[in-house]
């Protein structure tokens, strides 16, 4: 084991804290690492702690005691959160997004991974505190958005499938009506993918009427799981509110309006930041 | 504008390079960033590319001149990689994961983020070098695999539907023949979601014969784009290698027994580790 100046071990263990989010990581762990005093490793950590908060990049919270240790958890200031969903907006009330059904079209943003970790980030810090096992979402679209969640909480993705080809051993179907199109649609998942009474954290793209979340409510009902939290990228406002069937979700943008003539559309910062 | 002492700017420096891969940030960003000389800035990045290198953590390159800077390639040892891998192929040849028809639940697996991480981190490092302008994968279980390889590349991920229900204005459909099944199936993508002459990498999760991956080089001619590589997590060794529809492929496991009376198989590291 080799001695590690100060200056180096900040750089390691900042990459190393970064790399293990809501991990907790013992202050021994770090002192036999680096071949250091632990009282030289409390100042490093009060030296990172200082700069993240400074930065908006989430907390480090010490935990005392024999299991103690220092905890990163990431997160992203409304301000910040704010400025980017300004940006995100504007892109998306470019006309040419503008899809039949009052659909917009944000496949390409969905596959940006820089934006997917900001928006993941922002669902991370809107979700913190509260007790969630794993996060789950349906193929496609909000895929990338559910593992930049779990990404920063350190917890696994559920993927539920739109059909019933589920070829992994025994499997829960159920049947639900897109709030959109009223039809009739298929979804489901390997019973083995969910442990009961997990917390779920349920993620998506889109939603309007929000026929496919609750479509992935019922089906947390059949492994006696509970809905810990519903987070949406962008929400259709073009809709009664009475016809939305939950009320308990964070949308980060709103889509308001859609002129299918003109294919104008306005989008604003969504629920999020009310 | 405040200026920053040696220590924060080490832990900023180093979270803002692995915030960005691939991106040239200029020695001038960083001296108006903390107000520092670039001299200093010269200093700390010296410091940082030495805990990178001598973690495996990746390169640190500089470019001189008037447009120069830096840019963070991660990267992953090959000691790292084949000690991870190992461990993955144990977990992988657990009974309870064989399924019929020679296939294996790791579905579970590709939920954890942070094993994810690494294997787009693989991906990242067997492929660097080339020029690759997007990942493509095909829906659903090679996604996240695509996003964490596309996150270490930054650049966008684009996916491939299995059905031509594409809503998002003209698409482009082919049929293949799944070479394990042999049954025809369909995928597509719409027009826009790729610009032609790109420059291709392909990722999945699993290949047998490698109809599928097959099907996604057809679906690149249609856009006069090119294929940059190939890489998939576990490849099926039960196929002779005439069957075997393309060669240029990395594979980072290499499933080469499967009893399925038994339930015992035999998960050895891929050829990228040859």
Tied chains: 1, 2.
Excluded: H, W
């Amino acid at each position: 084991m080799r001695k590690v100046k100060r200056s180096s071990r900040l750089v390691e263990m900042t990459q190393y804290l970064l790399s293990q989010p809501y991990a907790i990581i013992s202050l021994t762990t770090f002192a036999e690492r680096y071949q250091s005093a632990k009282s030289s490793i409390s100042e490093d950590l009060a030296i990172i702690k200082e700069v993240f908060e400074e930065q908006g990049l989430g907390q480090l919270q010490t935990i005392a005691g024999a299991a103690g240790g220092v905890i990163y958890m990431p997160a992203m200031s409304k301000t910040t959160a704010l400025e980017k969903i300004q940006t995100i907006c504007s892109e998306l009330e470019q006309p040419e997004r503008v899809l039949p059904g009052g659909y917009l079209y944000m496949t390409d943003m969905l596959g940006q991974p820089s934006l997917i970790a900001d928006l993941g980030r922002m669902f991370a810090t809107a979700f913190a505190g509260r007790k969630i096992d794993v996060v789950m979402t349906v193929e496609t679209k909000g895929i990338s958005l559910a593992y930049a969640t779990a990404a920063c909480l350190n917890i696994p993705v559920v993927i539920v499938r739109r059909d019933n080809k589920v070829t992994e051993g025994s499997a829960v179907s159920i049947n639900y009506v897109s709030g959109s199109t009223k039809r009739i649609q298929t979804m489901s998942l390997a019973r083995r993918a969910l442990k009961e009474q997990a917390n779920v954290l349920i993620i998506d793209d889109f939603m309007k009427a929000g026929g496919t979340i609750r479509g992935m409510m019922d089906l947390l009902l059949e492994f006696k799981a509970s809905v810990a939290g519903v987070g949406v990228f962008v929400e259709s406002g073009e809709i009664d509110q009475e016809e939305r069937l939950f009320e308990d979700y964070i949308s980060l943008a709103k889509l308001t309006a859609v002129d299918m003539k003109t294919k104008q559309s306005t989008v604003i910062p969504g629920n999020y930041f009310n």
